[in-house]
């Protein structure tokens, strides 16, 4: 059924969204990506990207060149509707669907018999049907899977994607694809279009297995993440290497603890496991501490931070990093961003924030007089050095630079 597909619509066009739609291009089928920013589609549209990562340009650049990837503010009648939108959480931790409710609102007068929607963005328990339910409110006249799952006019279905920041281009392809359809038909619909550009396997199974895989791969890596992360902090008390005991540890053949750091940041870690343990609140007891050590570990390190600005009478301290991860311009629940922000609040010091991946700070920085600086010139101006991301610029700081200086190393750079 492949051949069937002939065009895609790609909604949301971020850091998976414009991956996934040039990919798609590239594969000689035509993608309208659609994205609510002007700036994003004009960009996009001269052939160019506004976010980082690897490669990308020249897939985007190709694919806008040979006219098979064009992105609009509206959406466009299409055979395959690919929803790739935010999925943060509101107070309370409790899931946002409000952009998926937009991204139905936005095609629902598009849709037409046989058209295949996938939601691609990672969400909770029960989202898929959610979307099912909104777009059978939109479009009463086309027949949902819900309620007719052997002739319904649309299909719908979960494939969440599964990609690492900086190597998404190569694991959009590689990279093996969980598929969950509300109906066998549906995953199977899903199956056709991914089987054009994943070269990993495709393993279909219903939508909220699908959506509960997600959440369970990124959850084990929190629960990892905060056992590291709590082990630096007892480390820390009983003054020891942390980076030395890991290492030693991990020494053992079936032990292999994760790297500690100031947080966990990002689109996925930072925020999955709240889906789950708000769909099972009694139950998610693991997952729910795993969570409360990983957002308390960015106060741990400010609090660490003040006490060494507090040995200078005018105290400068140079934050390392502002992504959510290495050698990436990715902001979002970055807690290298959040432990920035909240010393520069604080008016303990002037604060100089170093992100090489970025052109200019983001507007809240800015308004708090946070400065943005070479690695060089931040080295010129402080006394006080807090390693947030483990860039590769900053992996060649020497001994002789930071001599004089009080370095809180959050990422086991220096030692």
Known sequence: MTQLIKKVSVIGLGYIGLPTAAVIASRGIDVVGVDVSQSAVDTINAGKIHIVEPDLDMVVQAAVTTGKLKATLTPEPADVFVIAVPTPFK?????????????????????????????????????????????????????????????????????????????VLEELVTNDRIIGGLTPACAQKSLDLYKVFVRGECIVTNARTAEMAKLTENSFRDVNIAFANEL???????NINVWELIKLANRHPRVNILSPGPGVGGHCIAVDPWFIVDSAPESAK??????????????????????????????????????????????????????????????????????????????????????????????????????????????????????????????????
């Open 91 to 167: 107070e309370g931790n409790k899931p946002d669907l409000n952009f998926i409710h937009a991204a139905a609102k936005a095609i629902a007068p598009v849709l037409a018999k046989g058209n295949l929607i996938i939601l691609e963005s990672t969400s909770p328990v029960g989202a898929t049907e959610q979307l099912a339910k909104w777009i059978k409110a939109l479009r009463s006249d086309l027949t949902s899977p819900l309620d007719n799952a052997a002739g319904a006019d649309l299909y719908i279905a979960h494939c969440p994607e599964r990609v690492l920041p900086g190597r």
């Open 286 to 415: 693991i997952i729910r501490t795993a969570r409360e050590i990983n957002d308390n570990k960015p106060a741990y390190v400010i609090n660490k931070v003040k006490k060494a600005a507090d040995e200078f009478k005018r105290p400068v301290i140079a934050c390392l990093g502002l992504a959510f991860k290495a050698d990436i311009d990715d902001l979002r629940e970055s807690p290298a961003l959040d432990i920035t922000m909240q010393l520069a609040e604080q008016g303990i010091a002037r604060v100089i924030a170093v992100e090489p991946n970025i052109k200019e700070l983001p507007t809240e920085l800015a308004a708090l007089n946070i400065e943005h600086s070479t690695l060089a010139d931040a080295m010129e101006s402080a006394n006080v050095v807090v390693v947030l991301v483990d860039h590769a610029e900053f992996k060649s700081l020497s001994l002789e630079v930071i001599k004089n200086k009080v370095v809180i190393d959050t990422r086991g750079l220096i030692q």
């Open 232 to 238: 630096s902090i007892i480390c820390d008390e009983l």
